[in-house]
């Protein structure tokens, strides 16, 4: 079965404290891999798009990865506005269809 | 400005009075889909359209219905509420077919049935 897991459900962090999201998935013919930030009350802003095994991106404080079986989203040096829901979602193309799934995101919170 | 715009943004209504959520996007996008958000499972795609008159079911289409007559909008359809639709529904649209460089998302609409 087609599957998208991210870990942790909820991360606190301090200002400065670096550290990884991860986004596991289990899916046939991956076609892409993206992640999306979505603050409360609104939807989902697109962040990156990774196609292939070892491609990483890069934007501000936010660097994502991906291997043949998960992506990490690294943050370094977060600061309080980068506290928000990180959703990843595979892109794949399965039983004769395009398929998207999303998984149930990370919730982010830094304190200063 | 480019965006994609969802009306109305709260619906409360009762079980089975059909009700219509509105989408529109103005960047000229081929490509548009619907999904919900419910707690702890993500976002699940109802319905997509990958041009006019082409749409087809995503995960959980069972009770929605869709279409698309023009480029511009994508209403989402619910003849007959029923409390589990309440949820939170995103509308979407992207530039490409058949590869998502980039989504851009509603809003939202939440929407309570009772």
């Known amino acids: 079965e087609d599957q998208v897991t991210q870990s942790p459900e909820a991360l606190r962090l301090q200002e400065g404290e670096s550290s990884s999201l991860n986004c596991s998935y289990t899916?046939?013919?991956?076609?892409?891999l993206f992640w999306y930030r979505q603050d409360p009350g609104k939807g989902p802003e697109f962040l990156f798009t990774l196609y292939s095994a070892g491609e990483e991106k890069e934007k501000e404080r936010l660097k994502a990865t991906l291997t043949k079986k998960e992506s990490f989203l690294h943050i370094t040096a977060p600061k309080p506005e980068d506290s928000a829901t990180y959703l990843c979602a595979a892109f794949m193309f399965s039983g004769g269809y395009n398929k998207l799934i999303f998984g149930a995101g990370t919730r982010l919170a830094v304190h200063p | 400005e480019a965006q994609v715009t969802q009306n109305p943004r709260y619906l409360i209504t009762v079980t089975g009075k059909k009700l219509t959520v509105t989408c529109s996007q103005n960047m000229n996008h081929e490509y548009m889909s619907w999904y919900r958000q419910d707690p702890g499972l993500g976002l699940r795609q109802i319905y997509y359209s990958m041009n006019v008159e082409v749409t087809d079911k995503g995960d959980v289409p069972e009770g929605y219905k869709v279409s698309r007559k023009e480029k511009r909008n994508f209403p989402l359809i619910l003849e007959s509420p029923s409390p589990n639709q309440t949820s939170l529904y995103f509308c979407a649209s992207s530039p490409y077919n058949w590869d998502y460089y980039e989504q851009y998302f509603g809003p939202g609409t939440r929407l309570t049935v009772t």
């Open positions: 899916v046939s013919g991956l076609r892409g």
